[in-house]
């Protein structure tokens, strides 16, 4: 599988935030998805930073490695300041949303699945909503960490979308789409399982609203 760095080389016809905002906003057309504008800037952001793999990659004994969602937990655990506990629980949230929506395929592999990063995100972004950090953002951050709680699998599929029409992730095959379906509840995965000809039947758990 090619690197993050590699597929980021699609990104040529602008500079990475001009093509990101121009693709998140087709992203939540598509996917039908209404985004407070400071949201919008928040996911801008975010995939601006990490399709730099320092930003996402954590220096190990064992190499370039993404921290486990347990690990950053553990960090929150052991935060010896409020700020630290912000930074960490804002970590926790932006590396849950970015591996979800953009390497769903990828955890089928894991010991934990998509469910388990939409659950792990949309906590740490609630309770960044409900306590938000004193000097970030501004004063909207409170309303952007409660939208991104509130739609965390909205987001998943949009960052889906972008994905797509980035080349920053492979398609899922149909069984890995229905899994992701039955984990999340994503729209987006149902929409493409009926675009297949493929009738979703069971009810989803774990579904967000």
Same mark, same amino acid.
């Given at each position: 599988m090619a690197s993050i760095g590699e597929r980021a080389k699609v990104i040529t016809s602008a500079s990475p935030h001009e093509y990101f905002q121009k693709t998140i906003h087709q992203a939540l057309h598509e996917q039908r998805v209404? *985004?407070? &504008?400071?949201?919008?800037?928040?996911?801008?952001?975010?995939?601006?930073?990490?399709?730099? =793999?320092?930003?996402?990659?954590?220096?190990? #004994?064992?190499?370039?490695?993404?921290?486990?969602?347990?690990? @950053?937990?553990? /960090?929150? !655990?052991?935060?010896?300041?409020?700020?630290?506990? @912000? *930074? =960490? !629980?804002?970590?926790?949230?932006?590396?849950?949303?970015?591996?979800?929506? !953009?390497?769903?395929?990828?955890?089928? /592999?894991?010991?934990?699945?998509?469910?388990?990063?939409? =659950?792990?995100?949309?906590?740490?972004?609630?309770?960044?909503?409900? &306590?938000? #950090?004193? /000097?970030?953002?501004?004063?909207?951050?409170a309303r952007v960490f409660q939208e991104l709680s509130d739609k965390f699998t909205d987001f998943v599929d949009v960052l889906g979308e972008v994905g797509d029409r980035s080349n920053l992730k492979q398609d899922a095959n149909v069984l890995r789409l229905y899994e992701v379906w039955l984990r999340s509840g994503s729209k987006r995965a149902e929409r493409r399982l009926r675009a297949l000809g493929i009738e979703p039947f069971e009810a989803p758990h774990g579904t967000r609203h």
């Open positions: 209404e *985004a407070d &504008n400071d949201t919008v800037a928040y996911l801008v952001f975010l995939l601006v930073d990490f399709i730099r =793999a320092e930003r996402l990659f954590e220096r190990t #004994p064992d190499g370039l490695r993404i921290r486990p969602l347990a690990l @950053h937990y553990e /960090r929150v !655990l052991s935060s010896r300041s409020e700020r630290e506990r @912000h *930074a =960490a !629980l804002r970590r926790l949230g932006d590396v849950a949303l970015f591996i979800a929506g !953009l390497f769903a395929d990828s955890l089928e /592999r894991k010991l934990v699945d998509i469910d388990y990063y939409i =659950a792990m995100g949309g906590s740490a972004y609630g309770f960044l909503a409900s &306590n938000p #950090p004193p /000097r970030a953002l501004g004063g909207g951050v």
